[in-house]
């Protein structure tokens, strides 16, 4: 019996839902992706801790989708275990509150919002799941996941937990160390501030209009912006500089980039930059994975030569690489969505 196999037959044990060679298009906003070698849907902390024991002995790499919503898997599948976090708690205690990792975010702001609590309302709409927005520090709008939050429970690929404060996880700009260490989120805790409710309401509902009016409806195939703004301060200057923009100490739109170099309606395949923001691919109906990295390379090429800039990938790829993106294997490596 190989290591999958047996993997397989331990987690069924475990009275979990696990199943062998299923595609993971079903799995991600994009509707992109191979099959997943075994795929298991986990609703608690401790029965995610005995799933990464199980991968541990028997050798295997560990993925952990959220929502999906901020990944790109490779057409030739993900090996080993991929685990689905549905950890979907909330517990509140006034301001503060206690999120499962697999909980929705947009539901969680929704809520916050609800009670009179401030922090998380410019964040509405972001897809994906509590843990993926730590994974990635979500944010809009002048928010980001890491200014409410306090601290983390987490779980590392050898099943030990742990809780990390928020100066231990290393946020910055669409990061956070949990790249870096395949840490699962198991729960998050916030902190709010008591606000008027009728007035984010508002903030959330102008934010819900803003972005349906800029970006893809929720039944359109796209992971959300493919590249990270620009941030690095000489990088900024230059282009403001270049360009004639005001210096408003913002970072510099990768879409406004994009842009200039006409790559609204490019296509490879079935993947096509969206009509309106031309940091965002939208899958039309069959794009494939290879599809959607060579549209990207065209358009990081353009930019490159256009403005001396190479622009960085902020969709996370994950899984077997033909096409030379680069394989990941770390647990909580698809954590982004």
Same mark, same amino acid.
């Given at each position: 019996?190989?290591?999958?196999?047996?993997?397989?037959?331990?987690?069924?044990?475990?009275?979990?839902?696990?199943?062998?060679?299923?595609?993971?298009?079903?799995?991600?906003?994009?509707?992109?992706?191979?099959?997943?070698?075994?795929?298991?849907? =986990?609703?608690?902390?401790?029965?995610?801790?005995?799933?990464?024991?199980?991968?541990?002995?028997?050798?295997?790499?560990?993925?952990?989708?959220?929502?999906?919503?901020?990944?790109?898997?490779?057409?030739?599948?993900?090996?080993?275990?991929?685990?689905?976090?549905?950890?979907?708690?909330?517990?509140?205690?006034?301001?503060?509150?206690?999120?499962?990792?697999?909980?929705?975010?947009?539901?969680?702001?929704?809520?916050?919002?609800?009670?009179?609590?401030?922090?998380?309302?410019?964040?509405?709409?972001?897809?994906?799941?509590?843990?993926?927005?730590?994974?990635?520090?979500?944010?809009?709008?002048?928010?980001?996941?890491?200014?409410?939050? =306090?601290?983390?429970? =987490?779980?590392?690929?050898?099943?030990?937990?742990?809780?990390?404060?928020?100066?231990?996880?290393?946020?910055?700009?669409?990061?956070?160390?949990?790249?870096?260490?395949?840490?699962?989120?198991?729960?998050?805790?916030?902190?709010?501030?008591?606000?008027?409710?009728?007035?984010?309401?508002?903030?959330?509902?102008?934010?819900?209009?803003?972005?349906?009016?800029?970006?893809?409806?929720?039944?359109?195939?796209?992971?959300?912006?493919?590249?990270?703004?620009?941030?690095?301060?000489?990088?900024?200057?230059?282009?403001?500089?270049?360009?004639?923009?005001?210096?408003?100490?913002?970072?510099?739109?990768?879409?406004?980039?994009?842009?200039?170099?006409?790559?609204?309606?490019?296509?490879?395949?079935?993947?096509?930059?969206?009509?309106?923001?031309?940091?965002?691919?939208?899958?039309?109906?069959?794009?494939?994975?290879?599809?959607?990295?060579?549209?990207?390379?065209?358009?990081?090429?353009?930019?490159?030569?256009?403005?001396?800039?190479?622009?960085?990938?902020?969709?996370?790829?994950?899984?077997?690489?033909?096409?030379?993106?680069?394989?990941?294997?770390?647990?909580?490596?698809?954590?982004?969505?």
């Amino acid at each position: 019996m190989d290591r999958a196999a047996q993997a397989y037959d331990a987690i069924g044990r475990l009275g979990l839902s696990v199943e062998r060679d299923v595609a993971l298009r079903d799995f991600t906003t994009f509707r992109i992706g191979g099959a997943a070698e075994v795929l298991v849907v =986990v609703d608690c902390a401790d029965r995610m801790v005995e799933v990464l024991r199980i991968a541990r002995e028997a050798g295997l790499p560990v993925h952990c989708l959220g929502g999906g919503s901020n990944v790109l898997v490779s057409d030739e599948g993900v090996p080993g275990i991929t685990v689905i976090n549905r950890i979907a708690h909330v517990r509140h205690d006034g301001a503060v509150i206690h999120a499962g990792g697999g909980a929705t975010w947009d539901d969680l702001v929704e809520d916050a919002v609800e009670r009179g609590l401030s922090g998380l309302a410019a964040m509405s709409g972001i897809p994906g799941s509590v843990g993926g927005a730590v994974y990635g520090n979500a944010g809009a709008y002048g928010e980001s996941v890491s200014d409410a939050l =306090v601290s983390a429970t =987490v779980v590392d690929p050898d099943g030990a937990t742990g809780t990390r404060a928020r100066d231990d996880l290393g946020f910055a700009y669409r990061h956070s160390n949990l790249k870096r260490t395949g840490e699962v989120v198991l729960e998050v805790t916030f902190r709010l501030r008591e606000g008027d409710r009728g007035r984010l309401r508002e903030q959330r509902e102008t934010t819900l209009r803003t972005r349906s009016a800029k970006l893809p409806r929720p039944s359109e195939a796209t992971a959300g912006s493919f590249f990270k703004n620009i941030a690095e301060a000489e990088e900024r200057r230059r282009l403001i500089a270049m360009l004639d923009l005001p210096e408003d100490g913002r970072r510099i739109a990768a879409g406004l980039l994009l842009d200039r170099v006409g790559a609204r309606r490019m296509r490879v395949g079935d993947a096509v930059v969206f009509e309106r923001h031309a940091n965002i691919i939208v899958n039309e109906g069959a794009a494939t994975a290879a599809d959607v990295i060579e549209l990207s390379r065209r358009m990081r090429a353009l930019v490159r030569d256009a403005f001396g800039v190479v622009l960085q990938r902020e969709v996370i790829w994950i899984g077997r690489s033909p096409c030379g993106e680069g394989a990941t294997s770390t647990c909580g490596a698809l954590e982004a969505g």
